[in-house]
């Protein structure tokens, strides 16, 4: 185990739910050289703007890492690199519960799971709509 301090920051926006909600306290392990795994939960500076983002590592590539928003339709537009990557959100303070954050297989099939339980819902909604 790391002697390394965690970070801890405060969530803010819609683009992490459910994951993540706005005011969740945020622990985030120092990133490490070369470990970086799709489905990692991370933090980086906005190429666009230099303001801290925290999404999750949808694909790594020779060209780099993308990262998306668990709540976002399209993966982010810019392609960074490791060195860019601040740290990886291991655990979250949600509603006084610490809840660890998954990252690698088993964050990506907690993503697959929500986005299937989403399309469910738009359904049965739409057909509720449908019914009245």
């Known amino acids: 185990m790391s002697s390394d301090p965690l970070e801890i920051m405060y969530y803010a926006g819609p683009s992490m739910t459910p994951a993540l909600k706005s005011g969740d306290m945020l622990f985030i392990a120092p990133q490490r050289k070369g470990r970086v795994n799709m489905g990692d939960v991370v933090v980086f500076a906005s190429p666009l703007k230099g303001e801290k983002v925290v999404h999750r590592v949808a694909s790594i590539s020779l060209r780099g ?30 509603r006084g519960k610490l809840i660890k954050v998954r990252g ?12 299937i339980r989403r399309r469910i819902r738009a359904a049965l909604s739409h057909l509720r709509r449908g019914v009245l």
Do not use: H, Y
Not at 70 to 75: F, H, L, P, Q, S
């Open 104 to 115: 690698g297989f088993a964050g990506r099939l907690l993503i697959i799971l929500f986005w």
């Open 65 to 94: 890492i993308r990262t998306k928003g668990d709540n976002n339709g399209n993966v982010d537009p810019w392609v960074l690199q490791p060195a860019e990557i601040l740290g990886r959100v291991v655990c979250v303070k949600s």
